[in-house]
């Protein structure tokens, strides 16, 4: 009797001011909690039904009014009736406004048996430094999946075809129908006979054991790109697993791991290098050849280290670094290198040298404790490394 009804407000626990967005979180809380296949409480039918109800009539704002003005009387509704009061026509309505459709009725389905792309392999690839900067070629070696070149990919014996699926009749799926109070509910999962494609073979092909498909070695030329870093990325269109079902080929990515050098480190497009002097050297000025990297390899260059030279003074050769380049490939210039000067103070000293430091030590100024914003070769190391 409507006299026994409880107060819809009440139901949904929100009071008679709660906006739409309210009285919808509302009832999305009291559906998963009460909903029969989720729920263990022994009213949980009669609280989803309820719910439901309730929520039919406040989330229309006519049918609110009306109750508000009538109550059940103004809306005439019946718990005896239709259990989704006219809101909904399915359990799949409730579930895929709410839930995202975590309960899609078969009319929803994906299509199984559409084409599908093949996966993308991944391949490590070692390089020198030096090829990483100027760019090279490299041949490589890997294993994949390629489609069987006797039957084409259809996993059947030349001269025979595949038959359609007993279990599933050819749709590639299974259902399982299923009495709730609601009504029947059917379950569609993918056919465990034929995994989905809807038809099996009777006579599998010799060569791929039915599979459509064969593991064979593939080489391939690489040409690596000037400039490139570890850790850098190179896609190789159509190299990677075949498709399914007549789908595209995957890709191939290429992951370089760089090498390290035996004197050059890297910042962005420019070159490190670091030269060790000893005091005299330092002190008086002195030319040293270092090494240059260039395409044809490595090359001496010879630079000036100037008279009175302190520890981290970095000397910049102006293009002797990373090529720069755009995405198309083509050169905007190149980076530099940079050279940094390191004095090395002597541990042990001969008597004659330790003689002579004394002599020059008597000329020379002081011990005295510097600015606290003077850059010492500490900071200017970590200026030059990039903050590092």
Same mark, same amino acid.
């Given at each position: 009797?409507?006299?026994?009804k409880?107060?819809y ?17 509302a ?36 049918? /609110? ?5 009538? *109550?059940?009387?103004?809306v ?27 309960? /899609?009725?078969?009319t ?31 041949? #490589?070696e ?13 996993? +059947?014996e030349?001269g ?40 099996? #073979?009777? +006579? ?5 054991? *039915? ?6 070695? /593939? ?15 190179i ?10 079902r ?5 890709n ?12 050059? /480190? ?13 005091v ?13 990297l ?6 001496? =260059? ?10 981290? =003074? ?14 198309? *490939?083509? =050169? ?5 290198l ?42 200017r190391v #970590? ?6």
């Amino acid at each position: 009797m409507a006299s026994t009804k409880r107060d819809y407000y009440e139901i949904l626990g929100v009071n008679r001011s709660a906006s739409p967005e309210n009285i919808k979180k509302a009832f999305r809380l009291k559906a998963r909690q009460f909903h029969p296949d989720v729920s263990q409480e022994a009213d949980a039918e009669f609280r989803f039904k309820e719910a439901n109800e309730a929520y039919d009539v406040l989330s229309d704002p006519q049918k /609110r009014a009306a109750y508000d003005r009538f *109550g059940h009387a103004g809306v005439g509704a019946g718990m005896g009736g239709d259990p989704y009061g006219g809101g909904f026509t399915d359990i799949s309505d409730i579930f895929d406004q709410f839930f995202g459709g975590g309960f /899609r009725s078969s009319t929803a389905r994906t299509n199984r048996r559409a084409p599908r792309r093949g996966q993308d392999l991944q391949y490590r690839l070692s390089v020198d430094f030096a090829e990483a900067v100027f760019g090279a070629e490299r041949e #490589i070696e890997f294993e994949r999946t390629a489609v069987c070149s006797v039957c084409n990919g259809s996993g +059947s014996e030349p001269g025979s075809s595949p038959m359609r699926c007993a279990t599933c009749q050819g749709t590639g799926e299974f259902r399982e129908v299923k009495q709730t109070f609601l009504g029947q509910m059917v379950n569609i999962t993918t056919c465990p006979t034929c995994q989905g494609v809807g038809e099996t #073979i009777t +006579s599998p092909c010799r060569e791929c054991n *039915g599979k459509g498909n064969v593991r064979q070695n /593939r080489r391939l030329t690489v040409s690596i790109p000037a400039g490139v870093d570890h850790g850098t990325q190179i896609r190789i269109s159509g190299e990677g697993e075949p498709g399914a079902r007549g789908g595209p080929l995957g890709n191939l990515f290429i992951v370089l791991s760089v090498r390290p050098h035996e004197f050059f /480190r890297r910042r962005d497009h420019d070159l490190l290098i670091k030269v060790q002097l000893n005091v005299a050297q330092a002190a008086l000025g002195h030319r040293l050849n270092i090494p240059i990297l260039t395409a044809m390899g490595e090359t001496d =260059h010879e630079i000036d280290i100037p008279t009175g030279t302190q520890s981290g =003074h970095v000397i910049t050769l102006k293009g002797k670094g990373v090529p720069r380049l755009r995405r198309d *490939g083509t =050169h905007t210039g190149f980076g530099d290198l940079q050279v940094m000067v390191e004095v090395l103070v002597p541990t042990r000293l001969t008597k004659d040298q330790k003689f002579l430091f004394q002599q020059l030590g008597a000329t020379m100024g002081e011990a005295v404790i510097p600015p606290a914003n003077d850059k010492g070769f500490f900071e200017r190391v #970590i200026d030059w490394l990039g903050g590092e």
